[in-house]
């Protein structure tokens, strides 16, 4: 997500804005934010309620098989719908801002205002 | 008169090397990709190394088996090789396979679908939904992450 906060002005001049959803408690994402710089909302699903509404839960993928999310992301337009997404495929890869600033630049009708 | 030659067989630094670089192999690998994060979905940097740490582990392990009269290692040689096998094998395990252990994403909401809305609590504690991400008929981009745990 470092990559994703080196890229943030990229995204606004879009009008798009960032946010990070996890399991982890609004303590928890406090401390990462603190601890990493990050200025985009790291908003906290302690059951996964959302995480399980988007389809990107990971069952007993956490420490002491906790439910968590899987890395994935999702592009959403004004309306609310679903523009653009990406699920890795790997718990150890991560998606590259770029990727989604490119896709975002080839969207047509724009998704940008 | 026979001359005793004492040969005092020289030290094979090469398998010693080469076991070194295989543990940096797979020593390095959350260091490189934080700093170089191309390395995390690949681990390139990693998989250098252990060539690396393989071809230096042959080129010892030949000196060890055909100069067998200066060069030291017979021992230490195949060992050090099996080890560092070993970690390529669980370097490579973990990595490819089970990293990969994910559902499938067959149950994740399609594009084209509505965004199910949600209120979820903030760092700083305060309620943020949806909607109001979206204020401003903004675009915005969710990244669902597994937790700093």
Not at chain 1, 1 to 14: G, H, K, N, T
Not at chain 1, 17 to 27: H, L, N, Y
Not at chain 1, 52 to 62: C, D, K, N, P, S
Not at chain 2, 92 to 113: D, I
Request: with cysteine.
């Amino acid at each position: 997500m470092r990559s994703f906060e080196q890229r943030l002005p990229d995204f606004a001049a879009r009008g798009v804005a960032v946010v990070a959803i996890s399991v982890d408690s609004p303590k928890e994402s406090l401390d990462l934010s603190r601890s990493q710089g990050y200025t985009f909302p790291l908003l906290s699903d302690p059951n996964a309620a959302t995480i399980r509404a988007y389809g990107v839960i990971h069952e007993h993928g956490g420490e002491e098989g906790r439910d968590i999310a899987r890395p994935a992301e999702f592009l959403l337009d004004s309306s609310g719908t679903i523009r653009w997404e990406h699920l890795s495929e790997s718990v150890l890869a991560r998606l590259r801002p770029e990727t989604v600033l490119q896709a975002i630049d080839g969207m047509s009708p724009p998704v940008m205002r | 008169m026979i001359l005793d030659v004492v040969v005092k067989r020289s030290w094979n630094w090469r398998v010693w090397t080469g076991f070194g670089v295989a543990v940096l192999a797979v020593v390095s690998y959350i260091p490189v990709f934080a700093r170089f994060p191309v390395t995390r979905d690949f681990p390139w940097a990693n998989l250098l190394l252990f060539l690396a740490a393989g071809y230096l582990l042959a080129a010892g392990l030949r000196r060890a088996f055909t100069q067998k009269e200066s060069c030291r290692g017979r021992v230490s040689g195949p060992v050090f090789a099996v080890l560092s096998l070993a970690l390529l094998a669980l370097f490579a395990y973990g990595t490819f396979v089970a990293a990969r252990q994910l559902p499938s994403g067959q149950s994740a909401l399609r594009v084209g679908q509505q965004a199910a809305d949600f209120t979820l609590t903030a760092a700083d504690g305060t309620p943020l939904t949806l909607s109001q991400l979206r204020q401003g008929k903004r675009t915005v981009l969710l990244i669902f992450y597994r937790g700093y745990w």
